[in-house]
C-alpha cells in the first residue's frame, strides 16, 4: 500500500496514486497538500489532463476584420502518463512519444497553409487533502517553469518566462477540467483547462501566471530533435481553506523515444 | 520563398549553398543548415513583419532574408545589421538586398557596447544558433534585458510577442 496523503479521512489507497498510468510514487512519501488531479471526485487520482495540438487563426474581413481559432488536431503518439510523487507537495505526470512523432507533427504544423503553432495546456481539478477539498479561494495558479534540454526544440511560454497571463473570466478556480484544442489567444472563447472556462484577455496584473505553453521547431538554427530529449512543464497552484493555505506542484515531462 | 539569390560559396566555418532551390547558410563546423529561404522562416518572423516600422535594429545578418521583405513590403527609415561574423559577411552582403536605409555593424550583439543615445523603434533579435552556450530562453531573456532601454518594443526568432514590456527579469 502506498500513501498518497493521508488527510482525507478513509481515503488513502495506492489507487489514488496511479492517475491514467500506473506508477509508483517513492516509498514512503505522503502528498499532504494540494495537488492536481484528473477528476473532480474529492480524493481523486493525482494527475491532470494534457491537451497537445497544432492550430492557427483565422483572420476574416474586410469590412469587419475578425479573428477565430482554426481547428485543432491533436498530437498522435502521446503515451498513456505514468503518475508518481516526487515530493509532498509536488506530483509528476510523465508522458512518451517518439522523436520522429514529434518531428513530422511540427512540420505538418510548418507546412499547413496557415501555418501552425504546436501547444501544450492542461485541464485539472484541485484537490484540497487538508480541509476536506473545501477551498475558499485559490490564490494562484502559475506555470513556473518550462524548459527541454533538446537543441531542436524551443518551449516557450509568456507566462513563466514574461509574467504575461492568459485568463478567462472565472479563473481561478478549483476545477478547471474542460480544455479543448482552440488557439490560446486574447479575445477567444473556448474551455481552455487551468486557464479557465470563456473569452481569455491578456493580463500583467494577477497573482498568477498562467498561460499554454508553445512548442518551436529549433532544427532551422542547427539544433535536432532527438531520442532522449526531455520537455519538462511545471505548474504550482496555492489554495487557501478551513485555516489552510496549501501549495501543490504538477510536473508534465514528455520524454522522446 | 522571398527568393533570395546569392552564389554557392564557403569563407571558413560558413557557406552559401543552394538546397532544393532554396538559398541556405551552413554552419560547417555543425554541418547544419542555420538560415534558409523558406517559408518556416518567413513565418517564424511574423512579429518582425507586422511591427517594422520607424528605426529598427536586427541581430544576426544570416542570409539577408529580411532585407529583401523590408524594402519591398515596409515602410521604415532604417535598418541597423550587427553581425559577428566577417564571413558570412564576405559572403553575403555584397549580394544580398538593401539600399542606402541600411547599414552594418561587425559586432557580437550580445558584447555589443551600444553607443551612448542610440535609440531604435524597434529591435529585432535572430542572431542564435543552437551551438550558443545559452539556451534559447537564455538568449531571449539577455537580449530582452540588455536592449528593452534602446529600443521601444523587442522581438526575437519565433516569439509572436514583443517581449519588451514584461514584469519578469530573469
Redesign the interface.
Known sequence: MITLYNAIAGSCAEDEANAGGGGTPPAGTTLNQLYFSDSATNGANAGCIISFFRNHTINSGPPNFTSTSGVGTNIVGLSAPTVTVVNSSTTKSAYTISATALSNFLIAA??HPQ?E?AYIGIGAFLQFPNNSNTISSINSIRVTNA?TNS??L???N?AQ????SLEAPNFPQQNLLAIGNDTPRAGFTSNWGILGVGQITHT?TSNS?VDYT?L?????????ISAGDVLTIEYEAEASGGGFIEVGNHIIEITLT | MLGINIPENQMGNWKIEIDNGECSLV?VS?N?????D????Y??H?WLWENATGDILVAGLGIGFLNKELIDNHNFNSVTIIENSQDVIDLVWPYCARDSRFTLIKEDIETWNVPAGSHWDIGWFDS????NPL???GY??AMRNKYSSYCDKVGA?????D?S????S?
Open positions: 510548418q507546412q501555418f503553432t524548459n537543441s531542436g524551443f518551449l516557450f509568456p518566462l514574461f509574467g504575461q500583467f501566471a508553445m518551436f521547431d529549433n532544427t532551422l538554427r542547427g539544433g535536432t | 554552419k555543425m547544419q543548415s542555420i538560415m534558409k523558406c517559408r518556416y522562416e513565418d517564424t511574423k542564435w544558433i543552437s551551438d539556451s534559447y530562453t531571449i531573456s526568432w519565433c516569439i509572436p510577442y517581449i514590456n514584461s514584469l519578469v530573469s
